[in-house]
């Protein structure tokens, strides 16, 4: 089964691909956040084969709810009407300082999806 793994941001939205027999995350792509991302997103679905998705779910430390958090659950919401595979929810607590130390000192998108996607491979029982 192929996954999409995604880092859902206001102005970029990061991509990662991996599928459950390697459990291997990998960079794929980043989309920018405008009128267009839902049809750029199913096209990807489509043409990558993917049959599940991970979004990363951005909760604080002690797991409170943010201004981000609800943006995310609003996406989550709107990409449940959009696509007709299951959607899994991933906990992406620090995944941004982590992009950012395998970055070259920037956050790279692709890079957190990926490591959002490979925490839920690595959780997994799949």
Do not use: H, W
């Amino acid at each position: 089964m192929k996954y999409l793994g995604i880092d859902y941001g206001d102005k970029k939205v990061g991509l990662a691909i991996g599928d459950d027999e390697l459990k291997i995350a990998s960079p794929f792509s980043v989309l920018e956040n405008d009128n267009k991302l839902f049809i750029n997103l199913t096209s990807i679905i489509e043409t990558e084969k993917i049959e599940s998705v991970v979004i990363g779910l951005p909760l604080g430390l002690a797991g409170q709810q943010s201004a981000q958090y609800k943006k995310v659950r609003r996406f989550i919401t709107k990409l449940v009407d959009e696509i007709n595979i299951p959607i899994i929810e991933e906990d992406e607590k620090l995944t941004s300082a982590y992009a950012k130390k395998l970055g070259s000192g920037k956050i790279d998108d692709d890079v957190a999806a990926m490591i959002i996607l490979q925490s839920y491979f690595d959780k997994a029982k799949i």
